[in-house]
C-alpha cells in the first residue's frame, strides 16, 4: 500500500493540516457565538482559548507560522484536558476529552513536522 500511496505523501498532508486547521478555527469561532455556539464572556479563559483556536486554526490551515502556532494549539488542547476533562475522570472516552486528546497529538506532529511542501511557509 505505501508503495502505492507514498507519492501522495505532500498533498496528503497538506489535506490533513488544512482540514485539521478548519475545523480546529470553526470549533474556536462556537466561543463567539458563530455555528450554533455560545458567545464566550468576554476576557475568559474560554474567550481567549477561542482566540487560540480560531487565529490559530486558520493559521494553520494555510501553513503560516505553522510549526509555532500548532505547538501552541496542541498545548492549548493539553491544557483543556487537564482543565476540563481529566477532572471528570482518568480515561478520555469517559469524560469526554478525545477531541481534546486527538487535537494535542495532532498538533504536536504538525509542529514537528512544519507546514510542508504546500504551505505559506514554504513559499
Known amino acids: 500500500m505505501k508503495a502505492i ?8 498532508f497538506a489535506l490533513l ?13 462556537q466561543k463567539f457565538g458563530l455555528f450554533g455556539g455560545q458567545m464566550a464572556p ?20 494555510v501553513g503560516f507560522m505553522t510549526s509555532l502556532m500548532a505547538f501552541i494549539c496542541s498545548g492549548e488542547m493539553a491544557a483543556a484536558y ?5 477532572p471528570k475522570g482518568g480515561w ?5 476529552g478525545e477531541l481534546a486528546v486527538l487535537y494535542c497529538f495532532l ?3 504538525i ?3 512544519g507546514g510542508g511542501r504546500y504551505s505559506v511557509d514554504r513559499r
Not at 17 to 29: D, N, S, T, Y
Not at 42 to 61: H, R, T
Request: no cysteine.
Open 5 to 12: 500511496l507514498g507519492r501522495f505523501t505532500e498533498p496528503t
Open 17 to 29: 493540516r488544512i482540514v485539521a486547521g478548519l475545523m480546529f478555527a470553526f470549533h474556536g469561532a
Open 42 to 61: 468576554m476576557f475568559s479563559q474560554v474567550f481567549f482559548a477561542g482566540v487560540i483556536e480560531l487565529v490559530g486554526g486558520v493559521l494553520i490551515a
Open 82 to 86: 487537564f482543565l476540563a476533562h481529566a
Open 92 to 96: 478520555p472516552n469517559m469524560n469526554g
Open 107 to 109: 498538533f504536536l506532529y
Open 111 to 113: 509542529a514537528a513536522r
